[in-house]
């Protein structure tokens, strides 16, 4: 563990102490009790037990409520469970709370709350709302300091009676910008953070249109062959000229079939306004910017020349401003596939409107973690980024997620790898200060008899996204409830270290599990990870160390990601090599969009090729080109990977149930076990 700037940043903070309160250990105020426990071969702290809740519902409440309760919730919780926060409803508000088995109370409002554990507070940090990061810099200060975030206009009302909290800290106009913010962060408050965990959380939600978009937006162009390949790329010449009177005028682009998981795609925008070009831009570059009014989880691929796509729930949005006096509005738009455009007129949202959000800050303020949100495509961030990773010893969990989504995503993953750092995707886990406090139950996986082997087909079912901590609590929540669940053998990804995090989820998902249902380890083992780009000098000790996790969770087949600049790559003799040693599993998952099939690595490790697919046809055809080459004189291995986000238990029934009886659907264990025998490997590794 590095701490590089610790005396400069000793200096530096004695130096600012005019502008900026004291550090916590320097200050008056009380110091705030903690009974976390976090041994040193622990991969995540444990918080002591809960014996009762007090609950606040602020699920419609405004952003900096949302703040203020999670930061107070994290202070609070930090010695004991106490304050459990209703803020999503995805599975259902009340599903995990009452999975707790605990008393809880649902207070009236969520003042009340602030009021009873007043006394448990140190003070105020205020964010300055024109510079979203200082919810981050802010965050991290509350962690330090046994503080609450809160906005100026919040500030005001804690400063006065019954609350009567000080102000610690004011960051209104001590930053100009992110870097400015983040290194400031680094410089005076990284060495006095735990070095134990990173905590990487956008500083405010991004802009929502509103609910009623259906009201706002009109479609005008619509793909309706659902092409897949570029079949239809031209430049569409559109007519806006309707839309003109009103300041601003919005284009939204989505999927037209958000069933498959293509989605629609824009390589350029020409905008003219009475034949005069007001917006010409290509996506991915800085002339776009300024257009882009909401990218909603959109991503831009390098290849074909550049170009943005939406797919499923996604979309993105332009803004474009015409002269007041414009006649005609005209779009050229170089696009193809699944696309469908709308039109319309919305009120803007400047940044300062923008919503801090709560998910994970509780979690962030009771470790004393360092908050930030850098960007890896952007060089300056990128580097502080990287400064703060070669800080960290490697096995370090990154819980959060990165910014620009899915490119943000595979640059983020692979340099957080090649620093030996797992990430954790949590940035939307509600409570985990209160689920840390659960115990893990003693569980045994339930074993399946394989069958015979035969000339089948034998085909295995994995739905993804395990890697990422909130899909335990949200998504694979309400997959798991499908009265279909166990009708079909299906493998569920999941985070073994849900076992540290969030016993009581963990303990639910092993205890109704049906006899067709298999938990194994989502990407790539004990956190998500590239192993190609983790340093082979700590990657078998990592593996090693976290294979612990592995068996107390029964997820012994990992599903891995292996990706180098952005791209799927086969896994390295050495890195194959320690899965083979220390994870001694019967074979592994290799995740690959277009593919599929089965190679034994090392002529001891059997590894499947996953192919994803998003829609029951996808799978249907997949599998139809699997039989027309399959000479029927021998058995053959298929494994689908299935895209968590628009296939259901039920939809892999009916999958199944389309198939003839030379399809054999089994769970990853079965599967794993009949590739062995087939190639005459022993049964266990």
Known sequence: MLRKLSVIGLAIVCTLSMTLTASAADSKEKPQASTIAWPEKQALPSFSKINHLDVADIYDAPGDIKLLMATLQGIVNRDKPRIYLLENKEEGKFTWLNDLDVTYKVR???????????????????????????????????????????????????????????????????????????????????????????????P??????????????????????????????????????????????????????????????????????????????????????????????????????????????????????PPSDAKQLTASIDMWNQYKVSIGNVQPVSSEQKEPYGYLRDYAVANKAMVFWLDSNVPEQKALFQKIMSDVKPGTPYLGWFSNDVDGEFSGVEITSNYGVY??????????????????????????????????????????????????????RI?????????????WTSSPLLYDGAPAMLNYYRETATDNDLLIAGPSGAGYFYPNAWPEASFSAFLKQSYSYMEKTGMTIPYVLNRIDSENVPLSDAHAAAYIKEYKAPGLFLSWENRHGVEIVGGKLPVSTIQGISTVQDGQKILADAKAQWDGKSPLFVSLGLLAWSLTPSD??????????????????????????????PAKP
């Open 479 to 491: 997959l798991w409830d499908d009265p279909s669940r166990g009708q079909v053998p299906l493998n």
């Open 652 to 681: 892999i029934a009916e999958l199944q149930a389309s198939l003839g009886p030379e399809y054999v659907a089994v769970r990853a264990d079965q599967y794993f076990s009949l590739i062995r025998s087939a190639n005459g490997l």
């Open 108 to 202: 009236d409002d969520y003042w009340q709350i602030v009021r009873m554990y007043k006394q448990e507070i140190n003070g105020i940090i205020i964010y300055d709302p024109k510079v979203p990061d200082s919810v981050n810099v802010a965050t991290t200060l509350a962690g330090l300091k046994s503080a609450v975030v809160a906005s100026p206009e919040l500030a005001e009302k804690l400063q006065a009676a019954p609350y009567s909290l000080k102000v610690l800290d004011d960051l209104q106009g001590k930053f100009k910008d992110r870097l400015d913010a983040y290194t400031w962060q680094y410089e005076n408050l990284w060495s006095q953070t735990t070095q134990r965990m990173l905590v990487g959380l956008s």
């Open 423 to 476: 990430v954790l995707a949590a940035d939307w886990f509600s409570n985990l200060t209160v689920f840390s406090g659960t115990k893990a139950n003693p569980a045994k996986a339930k074993a399946a008899k394989t069958p015979k082997l035969e000339n089948k087909i034998y085909v295995t079912y994995t739905f993804s996204e395990g890697d990422n901590f909130q899909y335990n609590q949200h998504r694979m």
């Open 204 to 321: 405010d939600t991004s802009i929502r249109l509103p609910d009623n978009q259906a009201d706002l937006f009109k479609v005008i162009a619509e793909d309706t062959t659902q092409e897949r390949d570029g079949n239809n790329r031209e430049l569409y010449n559109l007519d806006l000229s309707a839309s003109l009177g009103k300041s601003d005028v919005y284009l939204r682009f989505d999927d037209a079939f958000p069933q498959d998981g293509w989605g629609t795609a824009v390589h350029e925008v020409t905008i003219k306004a009475d034949g005069k070009t007001i917006a010409q831009f290509i996506p991915g570059t800085p002339e776009e910017e300024p257009f882009l009014y909401d990218r909603q989880n959109s991503q831009v691929s390098a290849g074909n020349g550049g170009h943005r796509f939406a797919d499923n729930n996604r979309y993105f949005v332009y803004k474009f401003t």
